[in-house]
């Protein structure tokens, strides 16, 4: 039961008495009532149980009135709403999701699970089961296919390089697409397989197949204006003449294939160089270049080279081994790097110098100088003698070192004329000293034997300075110090001139024949002065002849006064009997000289 209040009205009689107020009246009501989960007059329990009515899973008609019927909620039925409604499952009642092919696991411990009739598969039973037909014999199609089913339907697909409907499938030929299979127009295209090509330079290209350019036979740079070396230095092509061509191979110093693409780049750059291409290695290849061991090249290709057959290495295979573009730069290898190697020049025996510059000796290095080229004109004039020609001879000895005085062409004029002493004057003999040297010994002896003076000259400008310049014989130095690979050349203001020669010695063979004539000289004399005597004083005598007997005769050759000089017998008699040149110097030959040693 429940207890309730309801209002009643009271009568006026008992309300008109007291003013100012107002009553409530109250009435208490007691009604039957059932609790929740309960129903009917006795208030039964409903299915399921009043804790959990229909199984919580409907609404029970409950309360006095009720009749304890429970409504289900959907997928659910039973008295107490404890079962599945057919094609449901599980606590919730889910729907099934099976074919007709196929039972439902259902009821509220169901899994839901189809269970297919005979010859239908899949989880809905939605397919009807079928033989996988590509297990036995591809399923009809060809074997350079691929098989696939779905149901009963089979399909074929030709594979990767090969052409057809699948059930027959012929190679494609990448040759024959009309762009010679991708390969350069200069290379040659051969198939090797289903869709696989080999693309190959023809001759007088070289390259890789893809790219290929014209053969370009390694010429010596030597060939072309001596590799810039002088004229007169051997040029040799360090480039040409090394077999590899630049290309040389690199491995890490932690072993072999250590390397991978970024740090083959490096290692080539530290080694001077860079890493060499397909191109390069091929040249090298030809040249004979032979490694069996991969490196990374350009463009992240790997390969080697062989310029013979060998079984264990490229299986026999001539030429450069490709392993083609690495698709993973972080593949390691070794590598092939390149590098331009120099030309060589080296002076020729005889000259001196880097082989960019080099002088040759004496009189080579004043040919080479205009303004030096009266003082050369001079030494050529005297080449015509003897002497002279044994003068240019020493000034091209390269085995005899010398020091040369040379006047400028504004000190030595054209039509001036040296003799042969005053040019070997401009020579010293056996050392080549530079100017300094000169001015620290300051007296050395030439070529003749005569003595040159030497002296400092400071710088004006700071006459605390070292000397800066000399002189030579009172002939200031106006260059100095021009090498050549016999000695020294000095350039001075003027020409050098060298002391008269000294008076020629008489011989004593000479001496007494000239007493002998100067005795007879004076007997003629006497002589004549008689017969003039007698003559006067007996003139009025006859004439007689007087004769001189044989033995007493006086050669009158003898008594002749100029008296032949052995020395200079061969000169034509002049008036101040000058000798020539030729004839001097014999003269001075005929002495010896003094030459200065090294010290």
């Known amino acids: 039961w429940i207890k309730s209040e309801q209002k009643c009205v009271l009568p006026d009689s008992l309300m008109s008495g007291i003013s100012g107020c107002q009553s409530t009246c109250t009435v208490v009501v007691w009604k039957p009532k059932c609790c929740s989960g309960y129903y009917g007059r006795d208030c039964?329990?409903?299915?399921?149980?009043?804790?959990?009515?229909?199984?919580?899973?409907?609404?029970?008609?409950?309360?006095?009135?009720?009749?304890?019927?429970?409504?289900?909620?959907?997928?659910?039925?039973?008295?107490?709403?404890?079962?599945?409604?057919d094609g449901h499952f599980g606590p919730d009642c889910k729907a099934c999701n099976c074919t007709e092919h196929g039972s439902c696991d259902e009821g509220p411990k169901g899994t839901g699970s189809c269970f297919c009739e005979q010859g239908w598969t899949s989880p809905r039973c939605e397919n009807k089961l079928v033989a996988n037909m590509c297990k036995y014999w591809n399923g009809g199609c060809s074997k350079d296919a691929k098989c696939s089913q779905k149901g009963e339907k089979v399909s074929c697909t030709c594979f990767k390089g090969f052409s057809g409907d699948g059930f027959e499938c012929s190679p494609v030929d990448p040759c024959a697409d009309g762009e010679n299979g991708g390969c350069h127009e200069h290379a040659t295209c051969t198939m090797t397989g289903a869709g696989k090509r080999k693309c190959e330079c023809k001759d007088n290209y070289i390259g890789d197949g893809i790219e290929c350019e014209v053969k370009q036979l390694p010429v010596s740079r030597c060939l072309q204006d001596n590799g810039q070396c002088h004229s007169d230095a051997q040029c040799t092509d360090l480039h040409y003449e090394d077999k590899?061509?630049?290309?040389?191979?690199?491995?890490?110093?932690?072993?072999?294939?250590?390397?991978?693409?970024?740090?083959?780049?490096?290692?080539?750059?530290?080694?001077?160089?860079?890493?060499a291409t397909y191109t390069q290695l091929s040249y090298a290849q030809?040249?004979?270049?032979?490694?069996?061991?991969?490196?990374?090249?350009?463009?992240?290709?790997?390969?080697?080279p062989m310029s013979f057959s060998n079984p264990q290495c490229g299986f026999g295979h001539v030429g450069i081994v490709d392993y083609g573009i690495r698709s993973k730069l972080s593949e390691t290898w070794d590598t092939f790097c390149y590098r331009?190697?120099?030309?060589?020049?080296?002076?020729?025996?005889?000259?001196?110098?880097?082989?960019?510059?080099?002088?040759?000796?004496?009189?080579?290095?004043?040919?080479?100088?205009p303004t030096l080229s009266n003082f050369l004109s001079q030494i050529l004039n005297y080449s015509t003698s003897a002497a002279?020609?044994?003068?240019?001879?020493?000034?091209?000895?390269?085995?005899?070192?010398?020091?040369?005085?040379?006047?400028?062409?504004?000190?030595?004029?054209?039509?001036?004329?040296?003799?042969?002493?005053?040019?070997?004057?401009?020579?010293?003999?056996?050392?080549?000293?530079?100017?300094?040297?000169?001015?620290?010994?300051?007296?050395?002896?030439?070529?003749l034997g005569h003595s040159l003076t030497i002296t400092g000259v400071s710088d004006f400008q700071n006459p605390q300075m070292m000397i800066s310049s000399g002189s030579i014989n009172d002939r200031y130095v106006i260059d100095s110090d021009i090498l050549a690979s016999?000695?020294?050349?000095?350039?001075?203001?003027?020409?050098?001139?060298?002391?008269?020669?000294?008076?020629?010695?008489?011989?004593?063979?000479?001496?007494?024949?000239?007493?002998?004539?100067?005795l007879g000289l004076i007997i003629l004399i006497v002589a004549a002065a008689f017969v003039g005597y007698n003559f006067y004083t007996h003139k009025t005598k006859p004439f007689q002849f007087h004769y001189f007997k044989e033995d007493e005769d006086v050669n009158l050759s003898e008594s002749n006064p100029n008296i032949s000089n052995p020395v200079y017998?061969?000169?034509?008699?002049?008036k101040e009997q000058t000798p020539t040149e030729d004839d001097k110097h014999q003269v001075i030959s005929s002495g010896s000289y003094g030459l200065l040693q090294d010290s």
């Open 44 to 85: 039964l329990a409903c299915p399921g149980g009043p804790g959990s009515p229909c199984s919580n899973n409907g609404k029970c008609d409950e309360d006095h009135l009720g009749n304890g019927t429970c409504t289900c909620d959907a997928g659910f039925t039973g008295v107490a709403c404890e079962l599945c409604v």
């Open 244 to 275: 590899t061509l630049g290309v040389f191979h690199y491995r890490s110093s932690k072993g072999t294939y250590k390397l991978n693409y970024t740090m083959a780049q490096e290692a080539c750059k530290e080694a001077a160089g860079t890493i």
């Open 286 to 304: 030809q040249a004979g270049y032979s490694m069996c061991a991969a490196g990374w090249l350009d463009k992240a290709r790997v390969a080697y």
């Open 340 to 369: 331009v190697k120099d030309v060589k020049c080296e002076c020729k025996t005889g000259y001196i110098g880097d082989g960019y510059s080099c002088t040759g000796n004496l009189l080579q290095v004043l040919s080479a100088r």
């Open 388 to 447: 002279g020609r044994e003068f240019v001879n020493h000034l091209s000895n390269i085995t005899i070192q010398s020091t040369l005085f040379v006047p400028d062409n504004d000190g030595l004029f054209s039509n001036q004329t040296l003799s042969g002493r005053d040019i070997e004057h401009h020579l010293l003999d056996g050392r080549a000293l530079v100017l300094q040297a000169l001015i620290n010994i300051t007296h050395v002896r030439t070529r």
């Open 486 to 518: 016999n000695g020294v050349i000095h350039v001075l203001q003027g020409p050098l001139k060298a002391p008269p020669p000294p008076p020629p010695s008489i011989h004593v063979a000479h001496k007494a024949g000239v007493g002998i004539g100067i």
């Open 569 to 574: 017998d061969s000169l034509p008699a002049t």
